[in-house]
């Protein structure tokens, strides 16, 4: 019984030792967390003379495609600067477009109430999947846009599109009815092979995704028809059919995006490509055909907003929708992207409905130089930080750490920092940053 004792005894203080030897190295991990922070929160008076406000007049007037990322999704500043860098591209540079990280189908009937359709901007929020954009900033900029159309001319009229292809629900009722009223498939057909992305019976999957594929290529192929076989059909003379109005034309451009978005999210059913991978590819694929409508109706030059990590001109993991637009379009490709020093974000918890309120703190330096700043954000424009010598040109061609919150929240990101963000060379994934030093979350507004 003595030995058992001793042996009892000897165990519990290997038990405290390494319970003590733990707890020592929390403190010093936390310890060095804390330390990185205090560092990157000191004053670069440097930094200080290159602020600049958000402005049309920094941006080079070459450019067909700006776009403003979101350091973070649930941040409601960060969808403020949608509606700020929009009015300022619409109103000094004759910008004519905005699109979203969004399915271009929701899109799409946000577009018609923008056009003067009926309803409000609160109940157009409602349409997204995505319950990020259920605010009062979304609506905001949906207002602002309908109001701008009122007394714009027709050649500055704005429209609001969707790149997105993950929920192909919000294209159901639109296609079925231009299908059935072209005459392009009966009734019984079409749901058949589309019922499965209605809302109360979405079943989309891999059973069933090579069949609805083949059936969107065949309305694709109707709807595309030549001049002569669409004459006969419609009874149009072929001037008629020519002088299509700019309506029509946008009603046949919508038809064959949302046949083409909805055929993507089928593919992803079917794919072995990594799903990131493919989504970017085609959210680029959708933002050159979205920028060619509006070569044909509009200035031929577009806004875009998604997240940091979907429009940066750089990404050592896989070619993401921004690298892909830099290579297509070299320098008419602008990139801007955001961060903020400290940020309570509205966040959807990780494989649960449900959402949660949680602070982050990038590290970033130059964010923290934000709180000098006239409103607490400013911009920097990297093109025009030359001298090689100077502090702040130094900084941006550093690596440092950078938020990047995704929309997706486990506790364990308490812990490990490294998950929610990045560390580069902010030159080398953008061409600009807009700054804040603190982010509030997003409030969803009740559907009514």
């Known amino acids: 019984m003595k030995m058992i004792g001793k042996l009892l005894k000897l165990l519990g203080k290997i038990v405290l030792t390494l319970l003590a030897f733990l707890f020592v190295c929390i403190l010093l991990y936390f310890g060095k967390l804390k330390f990185e922070e205090l560092q990157a929160h000191r004053e670069i008076k440097a930094v200080q003379a290159e602020m600049k406000p958000l402005s049309a007049e920094y941006i080079p007037e070459n450019i067909s495609i700006l776009s403003i990322g979101e350091a973070a999704h649930g941040c409601k500043e960060m969808q403020e600067l949608k509606l700020s860098v929009f009015k300022e591209m619409v109103e000094k540079r004759g910008f004519t477009a905005f699109a979203l990280e969004a399915d271009y189908g929701e899109c ?57 292809m993950q929920d192909p629900e919000g294209s159901y009722a639109f296609l079925k009815e231009y299908s059935l009223s072209h005459k392009l498939t009966s009734e019984e057909e079409f749901a058949k092979n589309l019922d499965c992305i209605r809302d109360e019976n979405f079943s989309l999957n891999e059973k069933n995704a090579g069949e609805v594929i083949a059936f969107l290529d065949s309305l694709k192929e ?10 006969k059909e419609t009874g149009n003379t072929a001037d008629e059919q020519e002088g299509m109005d700019k309506q029509a034309f946008k009603e046949n451009q919508d038809f064959l995006m949302e046949l083409n978005t909805v055929r993507q999210a089928a593919e992803t059913w079917l794919s072995k490509e990594n799903s990131s991978v493919l989504r970017d590819r085609d959210m680029e694929e959708n933002v050159k055909k979205i920028l060619e409508i509006e070569q044909k109706i509009g200035s031929g ?28 379009f070299g320098e008419a490709y602008y990139a801007i992207g955001t961060d903020v020093w400290k940020v309570t974000d509205n966040i959807k918890v990780l494989g649960e409905a449900k959402r949660t309120v949680q602070s982050f703190v990038s590290v970033d330096p130059l964010a923290a130089q934000a709180r000098f700043a006239k409103g607490k954000q400013y911009a920097l424009y990297f093109s025009r930080i030359t001298d090689e010598k100077s502090k702040v040109y130094q900084l941006i061609h550093t690596p440092m750490e950078m938020l990047q919150l995704g929309e997706g929240y486990s506790f364990l990101m308490l812990f490990l920092p ?26 969803l507004l009740e559907k009514k």
Request: aromatic share 12%; net charge negative.
């Open 108 to 164: 799409a009937e946000i577009n018609r109430y923008i056009q003067g359709g009926e309803g409000s901007a609160e109940e157009m929020v409602q349409k997204f999947a995505f319950p990020i954009y259920h605010t009062k900033e979304m609506a905001e900029l949906i207002s602002w846009m309908r109001e701008w159309n009122e007394s714009a001319p027709e050649e500055k009229k704005v429209r609001f599109y969707g790149f997105d």
């Open 222 to 231: 109707k709807a595309e028809k030549n001049p002569e076989e669409a004459q």
């Open 301 to 328: 030059k577009l806004v875009i907003s998604a997240h940091d990590g979907h429009i940066q001109k750089e990404n050592p993991i896989y070619n993401s929708m921004g690298v892909l637009l830099t290579k297509d």
């Open 418 to 443: 490294n998950s929610y963000r990045v560390k580069s060379a902010p030159v080398q994934r953008y061409d600009s940053m807009i700054y804040l030093y603190e982010g509030n979350p997003i409030e």
